[in-house]
């Protein structure tokens, strides 16, 4: 059976405390369990203080047979920082690159970019090619934030069944517009639903967004954009959505498989529960003082609130400058 970890961001600590507490041991390097195998999510990098050890952890259990994985959209993203545009022009400005080399895109990724020595960063990047972008397991399906048939279909029969994320296929799904590029998108980055007119709200990073995510796994029928918000969150208008949003929607069936996603930044004020019978989450925001979380797999079909295991992040030397009663909240 399977515990799914979420978005570790570079909180290696958290991630030994989460597998200790799993009973995950340490044996010739990886952590391992006797019966039980781990699953990450991805995310793994940006952000935490600890990145470089947090990919270790992940890479050792990996390669010993302890865990599998799916990469995260903050992975992806590295490729694509990593990777021109042009297969024959060498870039020379931010924007020849897959992944703007803005500077909004470089805060994002400089905590990573700053902890692992440059000559060693290839080799992770190179490591990443080879991990898939969801994982189905028949009873359980893994994936970094939404579970779309048809997007993965398009991407199947794109680069097939055993493709490797290679240059190729991280400038083919950042065409912009392409079937593949939107696959890509609902797949790592969650699907999405654009606000009203003058309507903007700010991300997790702090940058104002016209769109927010969507739960995927809910009709949209009679709903308003406050509703469908993933997370909810104040400032999401409480208006019914387009129609034209509406007609195109279609969401995970409620009689598929269960699926475990990271990626939203959720609350840790509130117990996690699924957000389905068949869907759960496990971001639960460790990388803004939150909790690392698990959801601890033992076959079941609806997914359960008692099957959560969560470490509470330890604060950072940043926020204990700042404001030791705002670490415990
Ligand atoms: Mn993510």
Known sequence: MYDVIGDVHGHAEEL?????RMGYRRDGGAFRHADRTAI???????RGPNIRQALQVVREMVEGG???????NHETNALAYATPKSATHA?????????????????????TLKQIPAAEWAGWLDWFRGIPWWLD?????CVHACWDDAAMHTLSRAFGPRWQSTPEVIRAVHHRGSPEAQAFEAILKGREVDLPEGVSLPDPEGHRRTAIRARWFEPADGRTYADISLPAREGVPAQPLPSDFVASWRHYPPDAPPVVVGHYWLSPAVDPAPLAPNVACVDYSVAKGGRLAAYRWDGEHALRADRFVT???????????????????
């Open 16 to 20: 030994v405390e989460l597998l200790e």
């Open 40 to 46: 990450f999510l991805g995310d793994w990098i940006d």
């Open 66 to 72: 302890a865990a599998k994985a799916v990469l995260g």
């Open 91 to 111: 870039p020379l400005h931010a924007q020849d690159w897959c992944r703007s080399r803005t500077d909004r895109n470089h805060s994002i990724h400089a905590a």
């Open 137 to 141: 397991l028949g009873d359980l399906r």
């Open 311 to 329: 470490v509470p992040a330890k604060p950072s030397a940043d926020e204990v400058r700042a404001d030791s009663d705002s670490i415990r909240a």
